[in-house]
């Protein structure tokens, strides 16, 4: 009993960790895929940066995707939202509608990838730079903006757009270089600002320890399933297996009187203590736990057990009661 509820309790903390983590993996999963995309692209004519990462005038500012290709920059942003996507250009939100009851507001990503062109600008003087944003799932509501595409879009909408190929952007890509924060702690010091400013700091801590409580949980119920008994030792003495039955002795032995059948019943099982859903039986110069659904050396199956009977079958179709209080045996 107690591990099963400790298997339990396991499956929930991790159920609800990946939960709290779910946001966060699809995230993680959208940007992979356009990172795919874009490496199906000539690394030769396509320079192409990910998660990066620039100063800006009050903090720092974060980038999914940037693509230079000739005189022109594309800047990526990603959004692996489900469901129907309401919104237009101007608009300070936008709603994704995962049925009539779930409804859910974010920020215009067209005005967030703005601020991504404007913190670019200064260092890639001299190239044309266009706002992408991609969603890897969901669907439109409504009319199409340009620049807003699906993931299965975005190669196709890249190759077709006019660029000269032959504009020498090295500089331009240099200076982008050395703009870039490396640094993970400035990484994660802007994540940090974000859930400051729009919430779920709690998540991710919240989210370990859910999914640590379930490691913990799985570790205690490995020790506690491999220290269950499986049967007594050879030495086992009768006040053992008195734990198991109070009124069995060394020397007492039910007796098992088999009725009259149309074949010879089978040589009955000899029981030595009796438990609710197990008996103890020789095994040996010992004894051995039997359970419920397993079978004796001589082909009898433990059908039921209590502290004062068992019963058993086997494959000849008799059954027989052994009792301790001597009840005998029945076909």
């Not at 924060?181 to 998540?203: C, F, N, P, S």
């Amino acid at each position: 009993m107690i591990d099963t509820v400790l298997l339990l309790l396991a499956v929930f903390f991790a159920v609800t960790g990946l939960k709290l983590y779910a946001p966060k993996i699809k995230g993680w999963l959208g940007e992979q895929e356009i990172r795919d995309i874009l490496s199906s692209l000539s690394k030769q004519i396509y320079t192409c940066f990910h998660d990066v990462l620039l100063p800006t005038r009050e903090d720092t500012t974060q980038i999914d995707h940037i693509v230079i290709v000739g005189d022109t920059c594309f800047v990526i942003e990603t959004k692996a939202y489900a469901g129907w996507i309401f919104g237009n250009e101007k608009a300070k939100t936008w709603t994704q509608s995962l049925n009539k009851h779930s409804r859910f507001s974010f920020q215009n990503p067209i005005r967030q990838n703005y601020k991504h062109i404007k913190a670019i600008e200064p260092y890639l003087e001299g190239l044309k730079i266009v706002g992408l944003v991609v969603f890897t799932e969901g669907k439109f509501k409504g009319s199409r903006i340009d620049g807003v595409l699906y993931s299965k879009e975005l190669k196709a909408y890249m190759l077709k757009y006019k660029v000269d190929k032959s504009f020498d952007h090295s500089a331009q890509v240099h200076a982008l270089e050395q703009a870039m924060i490396t640094d993970e702690a400035e990484h994660q010091a802007h994540v940090r600002r974000l859930q400051g400013k729009y919430g779920g700091r709690w998540i991710t801590p919240v989210a370990n320890t859910f999914l640590a409580t379930s490691l913990a949980l799985v570790v205690i119920w490995f020790g506690y399933d491999a220290k269950a008994p499986s049967q007594p030792s050879a030495a086992a003495q009768p006040s053992q297996l008195a734990l198991i039955h109070p009124n069995y002795t060394a020397t007492q032995k039910p007796t098992l009187q088999p009725v009259e059948k149309t074949v010879p019943m089978a040589k009955p099982p000899v029981v030595n203590g009796f438990a609710e859903g197990k008996v103890i039986i020789p095994s040996g110069s010992g004894f051995r736990i039997l359970k419920v659904g397993e079978q004796t050396g001589d082909g009898w199956v433990l059908k039921g057990a209590t502290t004062a009977s068992a019963e058993f079958s086997n494959a000849m179709g008799q059954s027989i009661k052994v009792s301790v209080r001597q009840r005998g045996v029945q076909k």
